[in-house]
């Protein structure tokens, strides 16, 4: 099965190939499992948590000491603010846009926190960067 | 016109086409190189494509034009997504991000947190710009130097620039301060020493009405008090911490419809989630902020709603919370019981959450659990790999004496249809719970047979030896052992652990299974031959592994002295005399010499297996050295092997040596290794000395230096050194003379023979010889010529002793004497003195 990236953003440190390696491992761990399996999966000395929407998945990736569903709100809860600003999004919007993708994650999250939670303000940011450019 | 004309006029055109050369199209927009490359139909098609953007690209970076940089790094980003290399244009994000324009800092900052990382120099470059920017009058300008400190900023750049964050982290600018606190969390992960800097700052953090702002001020509290147990002390007493938190807490449950932070009716559940987790760790091992926090968390724990995926979360978090404070067991109940709640919800990734957390607290709040246990039991049947794994740890660690058969059933059920990776921990752990807790020998033999039946080919080579021992000590049960086990091999002789075992019971009790007698269950009719057969199939079958072979060849030859059929069995050990095996080769040539040249010893070699001790807490390498394994490797060796003893006489000699009582333990040296020169060893002494004050451990030593002399003679052939021989013992018509001789090999090693001769009219039968020597010595007791002094000295029995003397200390032995005289035992104990110096020196 061949998968592509759509979008990595990175809270550690790592060489390219390194990253590279990584995102074959997670594409190989998540992708062969199905709607019998938990949306988590135990990863190294981490784990991930993940959920598929039509063809995409969104996985984080936490430590083991974190809380699984908080953050598989945090997915949907991003994914819900991704359709507002594109207006149904689909996965064409997520390819030519990426630079905007990047924003909104850079709204939501910083430092490998959720930063912002309420999907009205982040918007608000969002048509406010718009304008500016 | 001239040719100096013409010639000028040709130069201004060729000027002219010359520049119109020089100024290139202007670089294709992102959309369009997106499409373009979305239509490559190969990877070869896509790289060519590339290829030739990226020289475009290359040389409009050359030209330093300014209007389409942004453009072109966009591109470059695009590509290096994909997986193509893209460091040339890490110079041009820096350019970009000094750029006065918003757009082009935007891209700027993007490229620099994308292609550029601690490792490379040029980031340093970055800490002027980000320095500017951050004091830039736009706050967008300002979030976006903030964002990408805090993703990639190294530790250098978070020195330079902690103290602008410290800054903002102050500012009233509510957009910001959301930034510079996460931001600060990444500063204070990359130079913890930095973290008191920040300190004056969240005085004021939790006063804040903006959620967002309290969300990542509740992440800086807690990557601080995580840090430093100083800041926790100081967070818990100085700043009141926790009633602050329970005050938000409170108003965030109470309050009503709040738009903007609700989800599916719930207002901010992930402040919920992050300020139970504060809590959680201000509360661990403080018991007043434990209780100050009581309240609020079983308020939580009743009112949330649970419909929702978005409850569970924070039940969750509350749960964890309580489980990890101080709490009062009310609410420690109340904990474990939403857990079990979870169990019972049809989402899969909340039963996995539940099983998870059971397992950490099933140690500490054991009865609680138990009442859970039916449901636990249930997903086992689950279909997800993980929730099953965590059910079967569960369940393994709820096992108790009560509840043992009813799990057992259900355990077994389990072993039946899980995955093949399962089976081997879940039958070590069925072995293990039934060692602890089974109901009657006989519920723990039927257990052991169910596992060797259903999953026998998974289960781990040391239950084997466990599992021999365990047999061996149900003295009662051995016929109903043996019947069962050999109604298992007729069926199936796969499995090799469970033929394994089966061999083994059939040599030792294949007399019980003949004769017919069981006390438990109906008992079958079995003949020699059929008992032969089985075991000769086994020998001869393509499933059996050669471990398997070794073990079936011993029993044929076991049954020898329990079985009348001694020439089939002959037969059968001669015939694998010439196999291609060498293990097997080995045995059945010893076997066969067994049966020449000292069939006498045979019946006492073959006896009973006495039960064995534990020798350490179910370690099974242990175990491997007693008697279970030691048998059938024992016979390899090179030299006849000396009788084993049964326990009772180890006793006694023990007694010799000063009235000890402790539990006798015939440890036949690790001979199941077939490589150690074998030869079972009886040492049996250990730390005993002779002064009688004992030392009640158990040997473990490998004396095989005193068979370093010996060469394959059945005795030893050094020279004789000319010590002189003397009467160890002389009573009652039993006379006693030592031979010596020194090792030519080992000096340290002194070999005595005995020679006992009777000079009464009556022969003495069932004549048994023992030793024992001081600390400082170690004895090796060879099996004797026989048992029986014919009378009046027409011949002698003879007996080798192998004594190491490495301190070279005067040798002195305690003597024991056991024999039967005109129908009457006797016994006698006589201490042995003087040896001639030779012998010891």
Redesign the interface.
């Known amino acids: 099965m061949y998968s592509k990236t759509r979008l990595a953003k990175w809270y550690m440190q790592f060489d390219d190939d390194e990253k590279q390696k990584l995102i074959e491992e997670v594409h190989a761990v998540v992708t062969v499992r199905d709607a019998k399996h938990t949306n988590f999966v135990e990863f190294r000395n981490f784990k991930i948590i993940y959920r598929r929407y039509a063809g995409l998945y969104f996985c984080i990736c936490v430590d083991v000491t974190d809380n699984n569903l908080a953050y598989l709100e945090g997915i949907h809860n991003f994914v819900e603010v991704l359709n507002e600003y594109f207006h149904n999004v689909c996965e064409l919007d997520l390819v030519f846009n990426f630079y905007k993708v990047y924003t909104v994650v850079d709204e939501m999250f910083l430092a490998g926190e959720i930063r912002e939670t309420s999907q009205t303000k982040v918007l608000k940011q969002l048509l406010m960067l718009q304008s500016l450019e | 016109m001239s040719f100096l004309d013409a010639g000028i006029e040709f130069a201004f055109s060729f000027d002219q086409l010359y520049d119109r050369l020089q100024s290139m199209p202007a670089p294709i927009r992102l959309?369009e190189l997106?499409r373009t490359i979305?239509t490559a139909r190969t990877q070869a098609e896509e790289r060519e494509m590339i290829q030739k953007e990226c020289a475009a690209i290359r040389s409009s970076f050359r030209e330093e034009d300014h209007t389409y940089r942004c453009r072109n790094v966009?591109k470059l980003?695009?590509m290096h997504?994909?997986?193509y290399p893209a460091h040339f244009g890490q110079l041009e994000c820096l350019k970009l991000i000094a750029s006065q324009k918003?757009?082009d800092k935007?891209?700027g900052y993007?490229g620099a947190?994308l292609l550029l990382?601690?490792?490379q120099d040029v980031h340093l470059l970055m800490t002027n710009c980000i320095k500017n920017d951050l004091n830039h009058s736009t706050q967008?300008v300002q979030g976006l130097a903030?964002?990408t400190l805090?993703?990639?900023g190294s530790a250098e750049m978070c020195r330079d620039l902690a103290g602008e964050v410290e800054k903002l982290l102050k500012t009233s600018n509510s957009?910001l301060r959301?930034?510079a606190a996460?931001?600060a969390?990444?500063v204070i992960?990359k130079v913890p020493e930095l973290m008191e800097m920040f300190l004056p700052a969240t005085k004021n953090l939790l006063s804040e009405k903006n959620?967002?702002v309290l969300?990542?001020s509740v992440?800086l509290l807690t990557e601080m008090c995580e840090r430093s147990p100083d800041m926790l002390a100081h967070f818990r007493k100085n700043e009141k911490l926790v009633p602050q938190l329970v005050r938000i807490l409170k108003n965030l449950i109470m309050s009503g419809y709040s738009?903007?932070?609700d989800?599916s009716g719930i207002s901010?559940?992930?402040?919920q989630?992050r300020i139970l987790?504060l809590l959680r760790i201000l509360g661990r091992n403080d018991d007043d902020s434990s209780e100050a926090m009581n309240d609020i968390l079983a308020q939580v724990a009743t009112n949330t709603e649970t419909s929702k995926?978005?409850g569970?979360?924070i039940l969750?978090?509350t749960v964890?919370t309580i489980m990890d404070i101080k709490s009062e067991s009310g609410l420690r109940v109340l904990a474990i019981n939403i857990l079990g709640r979870f169990l019972l919800n049809n989402d899969?990734?909340?039963r996995?959450?539940a099983l998870t957390s059971l397992l950490k607290t099933v140690q500490t709040d054991h009865n609680a659990v138990q009442r859970h246990r039916s449901t636990i039991v249930d997903c086992l049947k689950d279909?997800?790999?993980?929730?099953k794994r965590r059910a079967m740890e569960l369940s393994f660690a709820l096992v108790n004496g009560n509840n043992i058969r009813g799990m057992m059933k259900e355990l077994l059920h389990f072993l039946d249809s899980c995955d093949p990776e399962f089976k081997a921990d879940c039958a070590s752990g069925i072995f293990l719970a039934a060692e602890k807790y089974a109901p009657s020998k006989r519920w723990h033999i039927d257990t052991i047979m169910r596992v060797l039946t259903t999953a026998g080919s998974y289960v781990r080579d040391d239950c084997v030896p466990n599992l021999i021992q365990l047999i061996t000590n149900s003295v009662e049960i051995h016929s109903y052992t043996v019947q069962r086990l050999y109604k298992a091999l007729l069926d199936d002789i796969s499995q090799q652990p469970l033929v394994q075992v089966s061999s083994w019971c059939i040599g030792e009790y294949g007399d019980l299974l003949v004769s017919g007698q069981c006390e438990e269950e109906e008992p079958i009719q079995v003949t020699e031959d059929e008992v032969l057969d089985v075991l000769e199939g086994l020998l001869a079958s393509n499933l059996s592994s050669p471990v398997t072979r070794g073990y079936a060849l011993t029993a044929v030859m076991k049954l020898s002295t329990r079985f009348s059929s001694v020439n089939r069995i002959k037969k059968v050990v001669s015939v694998y005399g010439s196999s291609i095996d060498v293990e097997l080769q080995q045995r059945a040539v010893e076997y066969n010499a067994l049966f020449k040249k000292y069939d006498h010893m045979r019946s006492a070699l073959l006896e009973r297996m006495p039960i064995m001790e534990k020798t350490a807490t179910n370690g099974p390498t242990e175990m491997v050295q007693t008697n279970g394994e030691a048998e059938p490797s024992g016979l390899e060796s090179k030299h006849p092997p000396s009788i084993t003893q049964p326990a009772s006489q180890a006793n006694d000699l023990l007694d010799l040596l000063g009235g000890n009582d402790v539990a006798p333990v015939i440890q036949t040296t690790p001979a199941a290794k077939p490589a150690s020169a074998g030869g079972e060893l009886l040492d049996l002494l250990g730390d005993l000395s002779l002064s009688g004050d004992p030392a009640p451990q158990v040997p473990v030593s490998q004396p095989s230096f005193l068979l370093d002399g010996v060469s394959s003679q059945p005795l030893f052939n050094d020279v004789a050194a000319g010590i002189p021989p003397m009467t160890a013992y002389n009573k009652n018509g039993l006379k006693i003379e030592f031979t010596f001789e020194r090792s030519n090999t080992n000096p340290n090693i002194a070999i005595i023979t005995i020679h006992a001769s009777n000079h009464t009219e009556t022969e003495m039968t069932n004549f048994v010889f023992q030793a024992a020597v001081p600390k400082t010595f170690q004895l090796q007791l060879l099996s004797p010529s026989s048992n029986v002094i014919p009378a009046l000295n027409q011949g002698a029995v003879t007996q080798v002793i192998k004594i190491l003397n490495p301190q070279k200390h005067q040798l002195r032995m305690r003597i024991k004497l056991t024999y039967t005289h005109k129908g009457s035992p006797l016994q006698d104990l006589a201490e042995v003195n003087s040896f001639p110096p030779q012998s010891w020196q």
């Open positions: 959309r997106i979305r966009a980003l695009y997504m994909l997986g918003f757009t935007r891209i993007l947190m990382d601690e490792r967008y903030l964002c805090g993703c990639m957009y959301k930034k996460l931001c969390v990444h992960r959620h967002g969300h990542t992440v738009p903007e932070h989800v901010d559940p992930f402040l989630v987790r995926n978005v569970n979360a969750y978090e964890l899969k990734n909340i996995y959450v279909l997800d790999v993980s929730i």
